[in-house]
């Protein structure tokens, strides 16, 4: 008898995926431990392993599709000795063993793991959260009809309701951004709630003013002037996407400019690194914002405005943002304050080469607390880095150039790096924002007042 091979759990608040991969075909003979396929889910790469040898008599997914947790993907006719049957599990173990799963979720200083996410009620079969946007396959997209949604105030509180229709991903989306999905408005069939629904209610909450969102106009027939061609969005550039968007949708930027002065920083830095490990201008920037954000609290913090409140960090957790094939990813390194300058170098160049072999879990690019994004590399001398929501600042280096300087009525070369903050407006006034920036670029600009804070 067959077994049915499902997709198990991926890690943490985590209910699907793309195929990347598919690494088997009907006919194969595949060993226990032997993956499958491969899944990308929240940017991060997994191996789905057989947990039974055997050979595939049926394949039900391909590239490019999205799969949920339990959702089967293929049947495999079990070698001679093996149990047949139901594997979940069996697949389970075999997944514990060689995903890339997540991590337990590491205890921050002061407090604990965050709660289990609420149990769920499993859909009917072949139903996902795309039906439960009113989206069946084969439809063509067509807007939703929005019924005016009551104002936050007026929402039901939590605990008053018997039960919520929303779907994994909706549940997670109203984690992630801080909201009791009791208190939103659903405009699903059935009053089901969407993501769309959680965004909409979190604009409105920052606005204060409930205004709906204003619809995209539809595009115009561009094949009128000439060739097109159509390329999905991959889940990277799509989650990007969704992320950008929603960061600027909701949080006022303001973008401060400072340059600094790394003529110091560089001649040690490529003195260190000819007789030692290789330090790079990122990894003095990782520290000497650390040391910052100590100083400046409010920089480390996220906006809590459902509760009227700002959650202020008291760890240290900076992403770095890594140009990959794929697209950006931000994986974070951990305890920056607590680590030197080699260590934090070393760090940097092991998770950014994971972060191009897809090697990176869903965890490694969470918990971020404030971000740093380098486009030295490329060149550029200046930009406006879009924030890393829910956090409320992100750091931007472009190229360092030699120009010239007026020092002690003398004109001489010196390495000039520009910086590029953006920052929430709610949270970070104009003057506070050109302060941090500057003791970021004092402590570029005299690597030894590092120290003095190690």
């Known amino acids: 008898m067959p077994t049915e091979i499902k997709l198990p759990e991926l890690g943490e608040n985590l209910t699907s995926g793309d195929v990347l991969e598919v690494r088997v075909k009907p006919g194969d003979a595949v060993k226990e431990g032997q993956t499958l396929l491969e899944v990308e889910a929240e940017k991060s790469t997994v191996e789905v392993p057989s947990p ?68 769920e009620r499993l859909a009917p079969t072949g139903e996902s959260e795309e039906r439960g946007n009113g989206k069946h396959a084969g439809d063509a997209p067509r807007p939703a009809a929005r019924q005016p949604a009551p ?59 409930g205004a709906a ?23 990277i550039r799509r989650k990007t996407a969704e992320q950008m968007s929603l960061a600027w949708r909701l949080i006022p930027h303001v973008t401060q400019h400072d340059v600094a002065d790394i003529t110091e920083l560089e001649a040690f830095r490529k003195h ?66 607590r680590k030197s300058v080699a260590e934090l170098a070393q760090e940097l160049t092991d998770i950014a080469e994971r972060a191009r072999q897809k090697k990176l879990s869903a965890d490694e ?49 010196r390495l000039l790096l520009p910086l590029s903050l953006s920052y929430d407006h709610r949270v970070i006034d104009g003057a506070g924002a050109a302060r941090f920036t500057r003791r970021v670029a004092e402590f570029l600009e005299s690597p030894l007042m590092m120290l003095l804070h190690a």
């Open 52 to 119: 039974v040898a055997g050979k595939v008599a049926k394949l039900l997914v391909k590239k490019g599709d999205t799969i949920e947790v339990g959702q089967t993907l293929c049947w495999i006719d079990a070698a001679d000795g093996q149990a047949s049957g139901p594997p979940t599990a069996s697949v389970r173990e075999a997944s514990t063993a060689k995903l890339a799963a997540e991590p337990a979720r590491r205890t921050e200083r002061g407090g604990g793991p965050e709660p289990a996410p609420p149990p």
């Open 151 to 209: 104002s936050p105030a007026d929402r039901e509180a939590p605990g008053e309701a018997t039960a919520v229709p929303a779907g994994p991903a909706t549940r997670r989306l109203a984690r992630e951004l801080g909201v009791a999905v009791e208190r939103v408005a659903g405009t699903g069939p059935h009053g089901r709630i969407t993501p769309d629904d959680v965004k909409e209610y979190v604009k409105e909450l920052a606005s204060g003013d």
């Open 213 to 235: 969102t204003v619809a995209a106009p539809p595009l115009p027939d561009f094949e009128r002037w000439g060739a097109v061609e159509r390329q999905p969005l991959d889940a």
């Open 272 to 337: 260190q690194s000819e007789r030692g490990p290789k330090l790079t201008v990122t990894a003095f920037a990782l520290k000497a914002v650390a040391i910052a954000l100590q100083q400046f609290p409010q920089f480390n913090s996220s906006l809590d405005t459902a509760a009227g409140q700002l959650i202020v960090k008291n760890y240290y957790h900076l992403g770095v943002a890594v140009d990959t094939e794929r697209g950006l990813l931000v994986p974070v390194l951990r305890d920056v304050d």
């Open 365 to 413: 690019m969470r918990g971020g607390t404030f971000t740093i994004t380098n486009l030295g590399g490329i060149g550029g001398t200046a930009f406006t880095p879009i924030i890393n929501y829910p956090e409320v600042a992100i750091l931007g280096l472009s190229r360092a150039r030699l120009e010239p300087v007026v020092r002690d009525g003398a004109v001489t070369p």
